[in-house]
């Protein structure tokens, strides 16, 4: 049995949820894309934005490109409290739980976007406790807090 499934989401549009209990650290699924090089990104007005959702870097050399319809893995939303992190070996990534997760629960990871200008544009409807109201890495959501406090 496939430890996921996909169902229409709560946070947004389809999502992947775990159809057993899963212990940290679990390889969940592969994130399978086209493997590209660096140089063919940076020349690539589709990846011209920090917010490419499904690419990843793998190395000093390539990205992998996930945006196909077989990388199920793609459906997966962005949480502010996510159980699940992107990671692999060599040219291949897998989706990892990084938290016990229960049966019926609904995977998630940090999408990783950067803070700027057009933030409002990626809002986030993850309802964890921490939902900083917009999908942004977590490394910079003190950058919102703060500009929360200036208005
Ligand atoms: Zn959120």
């Known amino acids: ?37 660096v140089k063919e990104t940076e020349k690539n007005p589709k990846y011209d934005n920090g917010k490419a959702i ?5 190395n000093k050399r390539y990205d992998l490109d996930g945006d196909f319809k077989f990388n199920t893995a793609r459906l997966i939303n962005h949480s502010c409290d996510p159980n699940c992190e992107v990671y692999g070996t060599g040219l291949k990534i897998w989706v990892h739980a ?4 229960s049966k019926g629960e609904e995977f998630s990871y940090d999408y990783g976007f950067n803070f700027d200008e057009d933030y409002k544009n990626y809002p986030c409807r993850c309802k964890s406790k921490n939902c900083c109201g917009f999908i942004v890495r977590e490394g910079s959501r003190w950058r919102l807090k703060k500009k929360k406090k200036q208005k």
């Open 98 to 101: 990084i938290k016990d997760i």
């Open 54 to 58: 499904y690419l990843f870097n793998l």
């Open 1 to 37: 049995m496939k430890p996921y499934i996909v169902k229409r989401s709560k946070i947004d549009n389809l999502g992947l949820y775990a159809t057993k209990n899963i212990r940290k650290g679990t390889r969940i699924i592969e994130y399978k894309g086209k493997v590209i090089t």
